[in-house]
Every structure is written in C-alpha cells, then in structure tokens.
C-alpha cells in the first residue's frame, strides 16, 4: 500500500470514529426516547430522553423485555411487522411507565443490520401523544359544545321561526281588520280582514308610505281619520259606509324604548250599531204611540177635575188629582224616552249652526224662572262681560242639556237654597256652569251619574219623578259637539255642572 493510500485510509478512519461520535452524540442527546432492541425483545440501549419518559434508570431497564413498558398483544405485532419489513412508521401503542400511568405513544422501529445483512436488532423510538390525545379530547369537547352550541341556535332560530308562525296565523286569522305601520310610516303589514273590509289588495299597499295610500280611494277615508301623524287613539268611531262602523285603536309599539310603528286595530261594530238603532228606533216608535192616549187621559181628567162633567166631592178629586199627577210623570218620562231616542238616532248628525249661547241660556231661563219662585229656591244668571257668544253647535239640542242641568238642580235643592247659571269664555272655548245648592252626589255614586237610567239613592227618595235618561242625553250631545262635560259635588253642600264647548274657529 502506498502512502498516498495509507494517508486516506487513516482519514476515512477518522471520519469513521467522528461519525460514530457524532451518532452517539445524536442518540444520546436526541429530545426523543430511543432505545434499542434485540432482535427477540431485550432492551440493550436507552437513550436519556426514554429513561426520562419511562420513569427507569438504564440499569432497570437493559436486558429487560418490552413487555415491560408496553402491552404483550400490542408489542407482538410490532415487532414481528418490524422484523417483517425493516420497520414500523408511527403505531399507537399504549406505553406503561414506571408510575403505571398509561401514556398514549406513536411508536416508530427500524432494523439495524450487520455487514452480511442479518437483522442485529432495532432501534424504536417513541412520540408521547398524551399531550396530543388531551389536545385532542379538548378539540372533541370544544367540538360537542359548539355543536350544542348550534343545536342551540337551530332550537331558538326554530322557536322564532315558529313563534312567528304563530304570530302571523294570529294576525291572519284575527276577527279584526289589522294593519301595521313601521316606524317611518309604511304599511308593514294588513291582514286578510283588512284587505277585505277595505277592497285592497295586500300586495298593492305592503310597504307604501302614508301620503300614497292617503291618495288611494278606498284607504282614504281612514287615513283622513288617522292623519298622516297616527296619533295613539282608543276605541274612536269611524264610519267607513252607512252600514260599515268601525271602533279604531291605535296602538304606540315600543321595544326597549325604540319605536317600533304603530297598529291600528279596527274593531267591526256595524252589527251592535244596527241593533242599537233598531232599539232606539222601536223606543222612539213606542213612545210616540204612548203619548197619544196618555194625552188623551190627560184631558179626561182635566175635564173631570175641572167639574165639565158634572160636580165631584172631595174624595173623587183627591183621587183624580193623584191620577193626574201620575199621569204627568208618565207623559215626562214618554217624553225623555222620545228625546233619547231622537238624540241616540241623530248621533251623527248635528245640525251646527252659529248660536248665540247668551241668548240661548236666556230662552231657557225665562219659562223656568216662575218654577223657582214657587219652590222658594233662589235663582241668578251670571251673565257674562260679553253681549252676546257664539259657538258652533246644534241649538235645539244645546237647549235640552241646559235645560236639563236646571230642572235637576232645582228638583235636588230644598226650599231656601240657591242655583245660579254661569257663562264663561275660557283658553278651552266657552264654559257654562249651573251651581246649586241642594242634596249633592255621594262620592260612590259619582261614576254612574252619566250612566243610561241611573238615579242615586238620595235622589230616589226625594223626588220619585225622575228617568235617570237626563244627564246621559246631555253628555251624548256635549261629546258630539267636541266638547267636554263634568261635575263637582259635596253631599248636603251643593253640586256644580259644567260643560265647556269648543271656541269656535
Ligand atoms: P233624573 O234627574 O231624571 O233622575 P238625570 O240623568 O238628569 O236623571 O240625573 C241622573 C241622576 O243624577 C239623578 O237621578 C240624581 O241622582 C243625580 N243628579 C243630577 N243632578 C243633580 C244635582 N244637581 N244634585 C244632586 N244630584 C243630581
């Protein structure tokens, strides 16, 4: 061998010996657990990172079987497949350290092979999976919690979809005509009812602003009555037609303080109207057929009282006398009955005319002034500073409530007290008061006052004459004025009425 050779032999040996080195090295401080195996099983090496993982010191475990660390079924396999192939990549296998604490492991092998190619061992390394597998098992369960989550939301989105079911087959099959106004004024929504009662078609007005649906003809009238503003209103009467009446509720719908529109439920009453037009209408007609002989009776008796037919004794005249008067009560009442009737049919139509309500007070007063006198109770009018005030209203009609708030302030105050009637112009419009003071209201009896027919107890007993019809009739008359009507009143010190009419304009 020449030098030459000598001198690389010697280097390639010296690479040899620093490779070796170097593997060593690698084996000895590689992070993963390697160790090496025989070809039957017996540990013969183990590198620092697999004494670290499995717990033993490399004097516990060198020469021992595999079986220590890992399950006898599961390393079998393993090894024949690496005796088999030359090697194994990644196999899950459960690794049993020294604590006994199962450790879930990839495990790797590869054969080591001498120079003639005979199997000498092999090297198996190990990949600690635990932390991985708790990954794992935390991915799983954040993975079951959004699926909850989602089920969750499917669950609440399928509520919502069936609360709005709901909602929209209450709307749809509401008795009510209903419509719904966002908050900028368009028509969201209108039911079935609606469209029916107002020959509109859903599709040709969901979604169109006031002022268009304003200028649509069959919409017009109830937006007039609305006004473009919808203001909360309650149970207010709208006539569509003459057999069409409607009780209108507007209502303000807020969430959380935000608008959210307005709904305007409209409430069919043409039914109970036209009942209640045949009722008046059947009083009316039965009334006017009582007062014919009631009238009749009247002059009989008169005549007989009067000795047209012949000389009476004081028994008979007493007795004719309490006829009479009798007679008198059921001609009042015929002719309340009458006026109620005749107000209740022209509820809608007042005829308004400019009126002077000085005047007309004064018209009232003069025939009712001898009444007073012959029952002893004073009685003023407090004109007001002006000659004479006019307001907006239908007179005859007017004439009745003045009329009827001074017979009862003279029917319910004794001998010696006093009534006055008061004209006022006020910022409201025009205020007229009669004031007395008689018998009074006890205070439970105050909210039936205004009630058809009602007559308090007190009054009952004092003057059995009475309809309980006069303060209904008038407070019907005010309102249908646009006006207002009330009363204050103290038992045994007095009651005062008032009604306040509109300025007129
Ligand atoms: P009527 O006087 O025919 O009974 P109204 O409708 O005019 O009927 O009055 C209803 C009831 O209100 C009366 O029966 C009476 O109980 C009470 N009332 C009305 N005005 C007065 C008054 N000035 N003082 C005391 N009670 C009154």
Redesign the pocket.
């Known amino acids: 061998m020449g030098t030459k050779e000598e001198g690389q032999l010697s280097l390639l040996l010296d690479d040899l010996t620093a490779l070796e080195e170097y593997i060593h090295d690698l084996f000895s401080f590689s992070p993963l657990p390697i160790c090496f195996v025989s070809p039957v099983g017996v540990v013969l090496e183990v590198n620092p990172a697999m004494e670290k993982v499995s717990g033993f010191k490399m004097e516990e475990i060198v020469g021992e079987s595999l079986e220590r660390v890992f399950k006898k079924e599961e390393i079998g396999p393993l090894v024949k497949e690496t005796l088999g192939e030359g090697f194994v990549d990644g196999k899950e296998l459960r690794f049993f350290p020294k604590t006994g604490q199962e450790i879930t492991t990839q495990v790797f092998t590869r054969t080591r092979k001498d120079e003639k190619g005979e199997v000498v061992g092999y090297f198996l390394s190990l990949l600690d999976l635990s932390g991985i597998k708790k990954t794992e098992a935390e991915l799983k369960r954040v993975q079951a919690a959004l699926l909850n989550i989602l089920e969750d939301t499917e669950e609440a989105r399928r509520k919502a979809e069936e609360e709005k079911n709901k909602t929209q087959a209450i709307i749809t099959n509401f008795t009510d005509a209903l419509f719904f106004f966002d908050r900028d004024h368009r028509l969201a929504i209108i039911n079935p009812q609606a469209e029916n009662f107002f020959k509109i078609d859903k599709e040709e007005v969901t979604g169109e602003s006031i002022e268009k649906l304003h200028r649509l003809p069959n919409l017009h009238s109830l937006i007039e009555f609305l006004g473009e503003e919808i203001k909360e209103i309650s149970r207010k009467e709208f006539m569509l037609a003459e057999d069409s009446i409607f009780e209108v509720s507007v209502i303000s719908m807020r969430r959380d303080e935000a608008d959210l529109g307005d709904l305007v439920v409209l409430h069919d009453v043409s039914r109970e109207k036209m009942v209640e037009r045949l009722k008046t209408e059947f009083v009316s007609l039965s009334a006017h057929q009582l007062r014919t002989p009631l009238s009749a009776i009247k002059w009989s008796l008169m005549m007989l009282l009067d000795g047209d037919l012949g000389p009476i004794n004081k028994n008979q005249k007493d007795i004719l006398q309490k006829t009479y008067q009798s007679n008198e009560r059921m001609i009042a009442l015929i002719n309340?009955l009458l006026n109620l009737a005749r107000i209740e049919e022209g509820k809608y139509a007042l005829s308004l005319a400019p009126v002077d309500i000085v005047n007309l007070c004064q018209s009232v007063i003069d025939p009712s002034e001898e009444s007073f006198k012959n029952k002893g109770v004073n009685f003023s009018f407090k004109k007001p500073d002006q000659k004479a005030i006019q307001v907006s209203a239908d007179a005859e009609k007017l004439k009745l409530v003045i009329q009827?708030?001074l017979?009862?302030?003279l029917?319910?105050?004794a001998k010696g007290g006093r009534v006055s009637l008061s004209l006022k112009v006020a910022n409201q419009g025009v205020r007229l008061e009669?004031k007395?003071s008689?018998?009074?209201?006890a205070e439970k009896?105050q909210k039936r006052?205004?009630s058809k027919?009602?007559?308090?107890?007190?009054?009952?007993l004092i003057?059995p004459?009475?309809?309980?019809?006069?303060?209904?009739?008038?407070k019907n008359i005010i309102e249908g004025h646009g006006g207002e009507i009330g009363?204050a009143?103290k038992v045994g010190q007095?009651?005062t009425?008032y009604f306040v009419l509109p300025a007129q304009s």
């Open positions: 309340d009827n708030l017979d009862n302030a029917k319910y105050t009669v007395d008689g018998i009074g209201i009896e006052v205004f027919f009602f007559r308090t107890t007190e009054a009952v003057e004459a009475g309809s309980g019809l006069g303060l209904y009739m008038a009363f009143s007095g009651t009425f």
